[in-house]
């Protein structure tokens, strides 16, 4: 079980991960857990907890959760959180992630 803190002061949340399911989808944690393999904590500050949220889910369900595809002011808010979903995946090396943001993204354009 490994601990992530993300964001960073009254932003900041804890997700507790499942290692082997992190390090079977992300080549940063495999590496970083191959270095260090005592390590259970580790620190994104400056990463959106919602994206992470949004990563969380898809790790966990394999599927991201969506809105309608009508126009709302929470539209912009919907594409601005899958592109952030897309760059925590690129950060993670997680290239399953990366494709399943940029279908999202696809998917509501």
């Given at each position: 079980i490994l601990?992530?803190?993300?964001g960073e002061d009254e932003h900041q949340k804890s997700f507790t991960m499942h290692a082997n399911l992190l390090t079977a989808r992300s080549c940063y944690f495999r590496n970083a857990l191959l270095q260090h393999p005592e390590q259970?904590?580790?620190?994104?500050?400056?990463?959106?907890?919602r994206a992470f949220a949004l990563y969380f889910q898809l790790i966990y369900t394999n599927c991201l959760p969506s809105k309608s595809n009508e126009p709302t002011n929470s539209?912009?808010?919907?594409?601005?959180l899958l592109c952030k979903l897309h760059t925590l995946a690129h950060t993670l090396q997680d290239c399953s992630a990366a494709n399943a943001a940029l279908s999202a993204i696809f998917t509501k354009a």
């Open positions: 601990t992530l803190n993300v259970r904590s580790f620190n994104f500050p400056t990463i959106d907890p539209t912009h808010d919907e594409y601005s």
